[in-house]
């Protein structure tokens, strides 16, 4: 077996890479585009969980994060509440925000996360 | 020997470095300014495969990719034209684009990498 | 003990996250925000010397930064007479430098860095 693990890859991209214990994950946008950036957020978050479990890591192992908004006056204080709602209190990665035109006008929330086995 | 090794020095950033068998690219751009973003990823991935080859790896082997578009609804495609051309279909890396402005006004796309030893 | 060990945890994030000998630092922006890129750069260096000290690292063992400024052309020079000033000749980081809007009006720079134990 390869030392590097490669999951969910599609023509473009691998949703996610294992590598030495560190797992990174791709670029998650929201599936449903509607909300505003705190239920972008909240969708965004549920699919980091979803891809962590797939490789059998959890949020509690996160070590950073980067995180882009299409509006970071307008979005950062969605993006906030649904981030304290999901984050352990106890295993706060890195992080770091700022502001970047995503691949799509209805994308308000963009979020890079890599975590430990 | 040191557990660093950093290859490509100037005065600002070195173009490579590795630790603990994970080879980190600073950002690449164009050496080539005059093209379309299709044009300059073509010049930016030869310029990557080079720097991977230097210390002994190649882009089978990436594990993560973070791209800067001046214009990401006039340059995605041609970003995506040239990556899919180049990027190997069994050995996907996670990635994530964004628009941003770089530091000339004739670079179109910035690239960041880091793979594997 | 834990494989993850984590620093000066808030309530949205850890400054330092520390795991196999690699040091991931949350962005830093300035404390002061008076000063212009060049003075806001050397806060930002300081409060990285004291993030890295605290886990028994400096910046001699700096990999890979990330660089955001809120104008590039305006703030280009600045950030680099203070980071020529800081960053070890003879171990210089990958770096990657691109503007973007920060979490507030009067960040212009906000620095991310990733170092070895």
Known sequence: MSDIQRHDSNARLSRIV?????????GVT????????????VD???????Y???VGTNKSRLLSV???LQDIDRD?????????AWVP???MPTRATCEAKLA???LRVEIIVTAAL
């Open 18 to 26: 294992v590598h030495t214990a560190v797992v990174y994950v791709a």
């Open 104 to 106: 799509a006008a209805d």
């Open 30 to 41: 929201a599936t449903d585009r509607s909300g505003d950036a705190q239920a972008q957020t």
């Open 76 to 84: 950062f204080a969605g993006l906030n509440a649904a981030w304290a």
């Open 52 to 54: 962590l479990a797939s």
């Open 66 to 68: 980067q995180i882009w």
């Open 89 to 91: 209190a106890d295993a």
């Open 44 to 50: 965004i978050l549920a699919k980091i969980d979803g």
